[in-house]
């Protein structure tokens, strides 16, 4: 028989999940609108610009699992990588 929601732990109840959504959501969004009031001094230039960290965290971020993906490609191992080690001994 399946569990009703109130049995469920906090943090995994679909109203929980939504609502943490919306607050990071909003954090993000004042963040990047304080922008507005706090003036940044961009040392290279680009870096000056309106939303830009919050864009190269997103661009690093992307960058990041790219290269987790293209790594793994080369770390794989097949599905009966160690039974196969198993059988020849």
Not at 79 to 89: R, T
Request: glycine fraction near 10%.
């Amino acid at each position: 028989m399946s569990k009703s929601n109130s049995d469920d732990h906090w943090l995994v109840r679909p109203k929980t999940i939504r609502l943490l959504w919306q607050i990071f959501a909003g954090i993000l969004a004042l963040t990047v609108l304080a922008q507005f009031v706090i003036k940044i001094k961009g040392y290279v230039g680009v870096d000056g610009w309106f939303g830009f960290g919050a864009l190269f965290g997103f661009a690093a971020c992307v960058a990041m699992v790219l290269f987790a993906k293209l790594l793994g490609v080369f770390l794989k191992r097949g599905e009966n990588y160690y039974d196969e080690e198993e059988d020849n001994a």
